[in-house]
């Protein structure tokens, strides 16, 4: 059973446009959301994270949506750029010291 | 912020002969590490839990006899790929918790193991 569903798988944004990915979970024990970007040939890296006492938390151009009562968040990022072409990837987090389970990633397209 | 090292970032080898890869928290001691899969254009799978002095923690599937894990010192897991098949060509990738701060999980920048 997949813990964390993300969609979707690929995407396609005008230089300037604003990108949407969503991400749900099942599992109410998790109490932390990142998400990280990933460029080919790379290790992720962290780009946000939040936790699920606050709706929504901003960094830059990148904004996380909590909604914690539809056990969803999602990855705003405004003014996309063509340097944002990445795959992004969200995932979750129960106890504590446990490994993060990651979402199956959306391929962020920005065309220039 | 946190780093962590890894090392290869690229290795091929024959089939049937064995490959280390090293994960080193340059910066934190890591009680935890993480040892992860990812085959091409897919998520990242977790393999096992790396416990710094006792036996590595492993996923359903994965074999433990296969992927050795050692987790000697507070800054350095180590994964041994042992007789390597074509099958086990992909992407490895570590990652551990900074003890401090807000429960970032840093990762390695990955080994691609091709074997040929």
Redesign the interface.
């Known amino acids: 059973q997949q813990q964390v569903k993300q969609s979707p798988q690929s995407l396609i944004v005008q230089k300037g446009g604003i990108s949407i990915i969503n991400c749900a979970y099942e599992n109410t024990a998790f109490d932390y959301f990142p998400w990280y970007q990933q460029f080919p040939g790379k290790g992720p890296a962290l780009l946000i994270a939040i936790r699920p006492d606050v709706s929504e938390k901003k960094e830059g151009r990148f904004t996380i949506s909590f909604n914690k009562s539809a056990k969803q968040f999602s990855l705003h990022i405004m003014d996309s750029q063509p340097g944002d072409s990445a795959t992004y990837f969200c995932a979750a987090k129960g106890q504590a010291g446990t490994a993060l389970i990651f979402g199956k990633g959306t391929t962020l397209s920005v065309s220039s | 912020g946190a780093v962590?090292s890894?090392h290869p970032s690229r290795v091929i080898c024959k089939s049937g002969t064995s490959v280390k890869i090293e994960c080193r928290s340059l910066d934190f001691q890591a009680t935890?590490m993480?040892w992860y899969r990812q085959f091409p254009?897919?998520?990242?799978m977790?393999m096992a839990?790396s416990n710094e002095g006792s036996k590595a923690t492993y996923e359903q599937g994965v074999e433990k006899d296969k992927f050795l894990i050692n987790h000697a010192s507070l800054t350095l897991s180590t994964l041994t790929v042992t007789s390597a098949h074509p099958e086990d060509s992909s992407?490895y990738?570590c990652?551990a918790?900074e003890p401090l701060g807000?429960?970032?999980?840093?990762?390695?920048?990955?080994t691609?193991l091709t074997v040929v």
Not at chain 2, 41 to 44: E, G, P, T, V, W
Not at chain 2, 102 to 110: K, V
Request: glycine share 12%.
């Open positions: 962590v890894q935890t993480f254009k897919q998520s990242l977790l839990t992407f990738i990652s918790r807000e429960e970032g999980y840093t990762f390695g920048s990955g691609r």
